[in-house]
């Protein structure tokens, strides 16, 4: 099993940054992507940003240009750098990460339990 967790939400006032972190602990063998997605109260879990075990990322429309993903493989954690936030970027933000536990084990999808950010004056 794998476990994520995060950490780094809180309260910001519009325009304001945060940083979440998430790493990743328990049966890894390696870890293929990790990712955040978050969820705003009555709405759909999101892509956010994702990035590949290269270093490769892709960026929701919504972010770009204000968010950055990044990770440190050496310790299994990714983050996610929040610049110019907006009171729309208000959600639940998880982190993602596809790994397996050994080298002949299927690729899985694990998830953290979320961190609150909310962006409010």
């Known amino acids: 099993q794998v476990q994520l967790v995060e950490s780094g939400g809180g309260l910001v006032q519009p325009g304001g940054s945060l940083r979440l972190s998430c790493a990743a602990s328990g049966s890894i063998f390696s870890i293929s992507t990790m990712g955040w997605y978050r969820q705003a109260p009555g709405k759909l879990r999101e892509l956010v940003a994702v990035i590949s075990s290269g270093g490769s990322t892709n960026y929701a429309d919504s972010v770009k240009g204000r968010f950055t993903i990044s990770r440190y493989n050496a310790k299994n954690t990714v983050y996610l750098q929040m610049m110019s936030l907006k009171p729309e970027d208000t959600a639940v933000y998880y982190c993602?990460?596809?790994?397996?536990?050994?080298?002949?084990?299927?690729?899985?999808?694990?998830w953290g339990q979320g961190t609150q950010v909310t962006v409010s004056s």
């Open positions: 993602n990460a596809f790994s397996r536990v050994g080298m002949h084990d299927p690729y899985q999808t694990y």
